[in-house]
């Protein structure tokens, strides 16, 4: 009796939570629904650099009513961040799983091997950032001319940057130089490098300008070489392009964007489009990310984002 | 030195309104529950907290950030304390003395005497900050790849105090550390070493669920052996009353000489850039053995207030001492203030060499405001003692369960997924293996955390000066640190060749 | 001579072929040193592993005959309520399956009257469920049934 009075209450809690945790509803108003959660993936931990852009994405989207779905947003930093890049290409509910990607991920993923991008759908670009070469204020060198001139004196040089994207435009920069003087030295994230470059540990930081913007305005470090086809704008105007130096511009834009799983519908792939270029216009994308972040606005819509991820793509894997 | 104090003080005036004292207190009840999980720990923490501070305005967001912060390495000690699970890596040291405590039925002591380490080492590290703080950051800068290594040597060098009568089994428990870190991708060429062909093992392991298993987990071995043979009932049978937390005189003596030693050594670890507090925790420890040798009444690791004092005091002074390239430079020292950085950027702060200039009274209320969370999470984890201290009157039968069900949960919760659940069981059945066998676990452990930045910094020394060994001798700092490290590594070896040859 | 060995020296010679794979692929297939750019990713491991192999011939000659290692028969209890968790895990996913590992063990280990096992896992549960899943949101799996 007893015995069957709790196996009651057991069943009656295990019904209620699962009834709980269903929670989605169907609609049938012939317009594309997503049913259920959608499930974010985010290949670094709490904190990183992935994870900011994917909170606020999700923050605007819950927020604006966009979608009105919940987010359930999954860290899964192992494996380099494969195993979540796994999970995502083979999703079973395909049109509701997401993957925050950035060309740093894309580097990472070619370098681990087993995945490309022909397992996935790319749907969009949302922000864009290039690199630039900065050098202490009171090292050696003081522009890029004279690292130029001091390799061809003989003298080698020590480059400090992180494992992704930094480290494929410095190849690029290589081959265009056409020197072997330059030594790479890896550090774990853009903070370091550059605190690397204020102890003169190395000669050179590759970076991007959002981590290097406050040493830039006290004057402690100088940017020297704009990796990208034009100018940066102030604080960073002063450093030249490689086309001003006599060579051919080298970049490697690098960008974050968001791609689905490979099985993903077009229906699916049109309305997540349709829904990230709604958030980018938003005050909230312009103010609070990307102003924040010194990103510029870039929304590439799925056709677009393709081109730019295939071409990195191809870049990643000359040199792998 | 007027014109700081002067700053200070009117950080402190903005810190105690009736609105920001409330913030900080909420702050620092969840902080403290959140760092006890094991699993989640500081930075995690620190992650999951942070959006509830965008509630509030922008002073007493940052006030209740630091209250979150501080009260999460209090709480990180507790799950060490009571169930010998460390919440995350510095605890490992916080474990072996406090646990023992536990087991001789003083739970309430030892994290009487955790706390109070703890507000010393974290007041010392404030005040320290808020003196020398941008000088001591600078200096920093100076550890280059070629320091680095050094340190590292010395630290690793000292494990070896830590292994008891048989060196050589230390020595192997480090090997296997060091080899479980070079698992996965090599950060200085990007290589894939060491994965046979799993992509689960190309990002390496975690050291959380690596902890929770060769800790946590292995103990349950144990407790399954005295549940079966009914020998004991709970972890501590006598019963225990509040009276029995509270510290004698002498005890407060024996906490309070490693707490400052502790406070001072591991202010300066926090302020090295990629040292972390784990290697404070360690480093403090190990000099707290040297300097206390025989003088204690239980050897370190036995249960000794001082080694318990040492740890958690080194801990948060350098959670402390962070702050000082964070704030002054912009550079975050581990994981936790990179989270934090984020958390000032949210509010267009951008900590940095212009931060002082700009920004001072953001500034200064943000160190102000530590001081009082500091005082803020003492109270609060005090007031938590007399409950905490009756978990470990809970039954072994119970107590099984419930602890396998957390180092699960546990170990799920690092990286959301089962691979953590799998390193945490094989490091628990390692663990009761290397028991049995009579090898040491915590070389294993300290390994592991510190041989990455040993091996990167080495690398990174030899490609800055393409390979010539002379970078190890060019440079002050390195020469002091190799002559220390060829003291430690000498003395031992002369003493034994001499002993030996007198035998003969 | 094989009466000698203990689970002691069984551990010493695992730990020896480990340092041996470590040091192998570290001579080998990852790059010891090179010219240019100094120690390679197989510089450090393959020290360690030949260290590890070393010190582990060592204490394995140490060890012969000294060491008497029996493990508990105890351990088991703990070695079945793992692979009960981790079958229960693939059914019903992570919380469930440690919800009912739970109940068994209180019930058929502890023998406990019904009620206070329902006590005990209910106040646990909770406390359990509230921290990790309803308030810091940590995604558990959920199994092939779905629940939770």
Known sequence: MKKNLILTVLVFLLAAVAVFAQGGKEADDGQFHISGNVDFYVSSSAGGGSDIITRTLTDIASKKGFVDAPFVVYNQPDGNGQISRRTVSTARNADSTLLCFSSGDLTAMIQNGGLTLDDFRPLVILAADKHLCFVNANGKYKSFQEILDAVAAGQKINVGGTMSDERVVFNMLCDELGTDAFTYITYGSASESIAALLGNHVDIAISKPAAASQYVLSGDIIPVLALSTTRFTAPFDAAPTLSELGYNDVEYPMWRGVIGAKNMSDEAVAYWADVFKKISETEEWQNDYLAKNLLVSQYMGPEEASAVMYEAQAAAQAQN | MMETLQLLGQGFVVAFSLQNLGAALFGGILGLIVGAMPGIGSLAGCALLLPLTFHFNPTTAIIMLGSIYYANMFGGAFSAILINIPGDAPAIMTALDGFSMTKKGQPGKALFISNYASFIGGFIGMVILVFLGPALASFGLNFGPSEMTVLMLVAMTSISWLVGENPISGIVATCLGIMISTLGIDIVSGQIRYNFGSIWLLGGINFVPLVIGFIGMTQLFDLVVQDRAKEKISYVDVKIRFRDTLLTKDEYKRATRPSITAGLLGTFVGFLPGAGATAASFLCYAVEKKLSNGKTLVPLGQGAIEGLAASESANNAAAAGAFGPLLALGIPGSGTTAVLLGGLMMWGLNPGPMLFSTNPDFAWGLIASLFISNILSLAISLGCIPWLQKIVRVPIGVMIPSILVICFIGAYSTSNSMFGVVVMLVGGFLGYIFGKCSLPTAPLLLAFVLSSTLETNLRRAFLTSNGNLAVFLQRPITDVFLVIFLIMVLVPAGRAIYNKVKKN | ?148
Do not use: H
């Open chain 3, 1 to 148: 001579m094989l009466r000698k060995l203990n689970w002691r020296c069984v551990l010493f010679i695992a730990t020896a072929i480990l340092g041996i794979i470590w040091a192998v692929l570290g001579f080998g297939t990852y790059g010891f040193w090179s010219e240019a750019e100094g120690p390679g990713a197989g510089f450090f491991p393959a020290i360690v592993g030949c260290a590890l192999v070393f010190f582990s011939v060592v204490e394995f000659i140490k060890s012969i005959g000294k060491y008497e290692v029996k493990f508990d028969k105890e351990a088991l209890f703990i070695v079945a309520s793992v692979a009960l968790i981790l079958v229960l895990n693939f059914l019903v996913g992570l919380l469930l399956a440690l919800l009912i590992y739970y109940v068994i063990w209180l019930k058929c280990v502890e023998k406990y009257p019904w009620k206070k096992v329902i006590l005990i896992t209910l106040f646990y549960g909770a406390i359990m469920y509230g921290i990790f899943s309803a308030w810091l949101q940590v995604p558990f799996p959920t199994g092939l049934i779905g629940l939770i």
